[in-house]
């Protein structure tokens, strides 16, 4: 049974850097799929905010590109989240899944995390 | 960017009734990868349907999604009370980015 786990700080101070990692359990990241990440603010839909290979190959959304880098240790089966310069609008449930690129669903989902963007 | 449009937005029946839920897109979906998911409050989502049609592992057969081009549809044919969420369709065509629609929620009416 594949398995993610988000983990990072819940808070985060504005104009800091937004760290969380997704360990995953169950499956090799080196096997196969794209990884990705995607946030969901209170109340509100859900964005994709980016996917990452096993070889280090990203898909980032534009609306973000700027600030995101998402990286990959196959060494410990996880993958990593940095998006920078965060505001208050960044406030959201992150959640991290397997699939999305290369004509994949997302089809395993961690629990998400809350990371809150305040002073 | 493909721009899907989710309606309507709140969807009130009753247990027994069946649900339509329709996403259109703004272009056309590559290859109908086209996938519908279910949120209930704090948890995360739940993959249901994939291909525009095919079931996902343990996705019971009440689910049926439908659909291609700019036109999609996922029915739920009899509502038990555990299906009363939100719902969400994405598509994952091979270019990014990839994209949500905003949402319908079932609720019990």
């Known amino acids: 049974q594949v398995q993610l786990q988000e983990s990072g700080p819940g808070l985060v101070k504005p104009s800091e850097t937004l760290s969380l990692t997704c360990a995953v359990s169950?499956?090799?990241?080196?096997?196969?799929?794209?990884w990705g990440w995607i946030r969901q603010p209170p109340g509100k839909g859900l964005e994709w905010i980016g996917s990452?290979?096993?070889?280090?190959?990203?898909y980032y959304n534009p609306s973000l590109k700027s600030r995101v880098t998402i990286s990959v240790d196959t060494s410990k089966n996880q993958f990593s989240l940095k998006l920078s310069s965060v505001t208050a609008a960044d406030t959201a449930v992150y959640y991290c899944?397997?699939?999305?690129?290369?004509?994949?669903?997302?089809?395993?989902w961690g629990q998400g995390t809350l990371v809150t963007v305040s002073s | 960017e493909i721009v899907l449009t989710q309606s309507p937005g709140t969807l009130s029946l009753s247990p027994g009734e069946r649900a339509t839920l329709s996403c259109r897109a703004s272009?056309?979906?590559?290859?109908?990868?086209l996938a519908w998911y279910q949120q209930k409050p704090g948890q995360a989502p739940r993959l249901l349907i994939y291909g525009a049609s095919s079931r996902a592992t343990g996705i019971p057969d009440r689910f049926s999604g439908s659909g291609s081009g700019t036109d999609f549809t996922l029915t739920i044919s009899r509502l038990e009370p555990e299906d009363f969420a939100v719902y969400y369709c994405?598509?994952?065509?091979?270019?990014?980015?990839?994209?949500f629609g905003g949402g319908t929620k079932v609720e019990i009416k």
């Open positions: 899944a397997r699939g999305g690129v290369g004509a994949t669903p997302f089809d395993y």
């Open positions: 272009q056309s979906v590559i290859s109908s990868y």
């Open positions: 994405q598509q994952y065509g091979s270019s990014p980015p990839l994209t």
């Open positions: 169950g499956y090799s990241i080196s096997s196969g799929y794209y």
């Open positions: 990452i290979y096993h070889s280090g190959s990203t």
